[in-house]
């Protein structure tokens, strides 16, 4: 066997080994593996667990076609499913289909709004390659993620119609998604049809950092 090929061969090997059937591959670049690529730490969990009930500051930031968005109007329509966006990131790519399918799900009830952190032309790319059929806005200066203590990619926030947080979480997983749902089911009163979480991680995954808020720890920049 050449050498070339047994390299081939070899990549082949440990791709198949690595992969998961919990995860489904959502881009090219997505790397598939048994468990979270950024687990979630006690920290992490901390700093979210005591933002429940504090009352959001209304933030603006523009939308993917340079228009100014606030959250206040955002909430005159009902509540709000906030999330963070790190371009480049896999695990973004990867819960952007969740994010689409609560919007879909709650659709005039429910406004979801992913966070991105570069610009709206840069933005307007990624929503573009990920199909996202929700409101993104741009947040280059991180003043809005930062002031929901979103410090990684995939945090996902959930603010009731008067501004209140009713919790934050800093990652996703089968067990996070269906515990929204259950919350969001509870503030807009309605019932549907059983969320569906496949391909969700079994773990609390979070994604990569956007910058060094309280549960940083030395080791974490990713």
């Known amino acids: ?20 059937p919990e995860t489904k591959p959502t881009s090219d670049s997505a790397l598939i593996s048994t468990g979270p690529r950024h687990p979630v730490t006690e920290k992490m969990s901390g700093v979210t667990s005591k933002l429940a009930s504090l009352k959001v500051a209304n933030f603006e930031g523009n939308d993917l076609n340079g228009n100014a968005v606030e959250l206040e109007s955002i909430l005159k329509k009902g509540p709000a499913i906030v999330y963070s966006i790190k371009e480049g990131c896999p695990c973004s790519t990867d819960f952007e289909p969740f994010a689409n399918s609560f919007s879909n ?15 709206p032309s840069a933005g307007k790319k990624w929503a573009e390659q990920h199909s996202s059929d929700h ?21 996902v926030t959930l603010i009731d119609q008067s501004g209140q947080i009713v919790k934050s979480w800093p990652g996703y997983s ?33 994604g990569c950092q956007l910058f060094e808020g309280e549960g940083y720890a030395e080791g974490d920049l990713h």
Do not use: H
Request: contains cysteine; charged residues 20%; proline residues 2%.
């Open 105 to 119: 799900r709650y659709r005039n009830q429910v406004t979801v709004l992913g966070i991105y952190n570069e610009s």
């Open 135 to 155: 409101q993104i806005i741009s947040d280059p200066s991180l003043d809005i993620v930062k002031q929901l203590k979103q410090e990684r990619s995939v945090y």
């Open 174 to 206: 089968k067990t996070m998604l269906l515990e929204l749902d259950k919350l969001i089911q509870e503030l807009v009163i309605v019932k549907v049809r059983a969320f569906d979480t496949a391909y969700a991680p079994v773990e609390l995954a979070s």
């Open 1 to 20: 066997m050449r050498w070339s090929n047994f390299l081939v061969f070899g990549a082949v090997l440990v791709c198949v080994s690595c992969s998961s």
